[in-house]
């Protein structure tokens, strides 16, 4: 079902709580905005956070001739979205698996959706490096165009954790397209000014370490943050703050990638 994917970003990081599904719904629905057509996969079994950040919460999957048929956010069927989070009753709704049916119901994301043709397919992954990343590691072994994005907080517990899931990577043979430091300072709603409320710079020593490339830093915006359940990019919405020129700037990256057949 990848075959017609011309290129597939894992969001990854080692460390939980620094905003993978944020930057997962927002550079899909930023890619979404120049006009690719995207696709936007949630394997966060235990915390499917991208139905609510998409305002897709009440809608259902239902099976076509080809496979599963991905919940659309719009009319032109330009961003697709698939999560375990449609096939539960409430968001309260706990998901207690062991690891062999996780895996099964990755395999069954990766292999049974119907997504078409597709410029990118977004994988929104939960943290770690455990049952869940080897198993979509393992079917993405013949997918030609597969690149990550790590997302790291500036500070440093949550470095250490993601240096782990850059010795994954590695491991395992997936390209590091860059490093994202999320949360790094935040932005007075009434001032714009940007303060360091945790640290600064984790992200950029960290990709410089690595020999990584840094793709730039988000602050703690709240008017990013109430964007967060109605499904709109901050590049839309917010043209001018720092969020969107970090997310167009990555979106310009991805769409060369395309243009150019790499």
């Known amino acids: 079902m990848l075959d017609n994917v011309k290129q597939v970003i894992l969001v990854l990081s080692g460390k939980g709580g620094v905003g993978k599904s944020t930057v997962s719904t927002q550079l899909a ?19 499917p956070s991208v139905p609510y950040l998409l305002n897709l919460e009440d809608q259902n999957i239902h099976q076509g001739p080809d496979g599963w048929v991905p919940v ?4 032109e069927q330009r961003l697709g979205v698939m999560s375990i989070g449609f096939l539960l009753n409430s968001r309260n709704d706990a998901v207690v698996w062991r690891g062999p049916k996780k895996t099964s119901m990755i395999k069954q994301f990766l292999e049974d959706v119907s997504w078409q043709d597709l410029d990118f397919l977004v994988i929104d992954t939960p943290p770690g490096t455990s049952d869940e990343h080897i198993t979509v590691m393992e079917n993405l072994r013949q997918v030609p165009h597969c690149s990550a994005i790590i997302v790291t907080t500036p500070q440093e517990v949550a470095i250490e954790d993601v240096r782990k899931e850059i010795t994954f990577c590695r ?3 997936i390209p590091i ?13 009434t001032c714009t000014e940007c303060t360091n409320i945790f640290s600064s710079g984790g992200g950029k020593s960290l990709a ?16 990013v943050g109430k964007l967060a359940g ?24 991805l769409s060369e990638l395309t243009t150019n057949g790499s």
């Open 29 to 47: 629905l930023t890619l979404k905005e120049k006009g690719l057509k995207v696709g936007l996969l949630d394997i966060d079994l235990c915390g």
């Open 72 to 75: 659309y956010l719009d009319s």
């Open 171 to 173: 491991k395992t043979n």
């Open 177 to 189: 397209m860059g490093i994202i430091e999320n949360m790094s300072g935040y932005v007075c709603p």
């Open 208 to 223: 410089d370490l690595t020999k990584i490339q840094f793709l730039g830093s988000l602050p703690i915006d709240p008017r």
């Open 230 to 253: 109605k499904g709109i990019a901050a590049v839309k919405e917010l043209p001018d703050s720092a969020t969107s020129m970090v997310f167009n700037n990555l979106a310009n990256q």
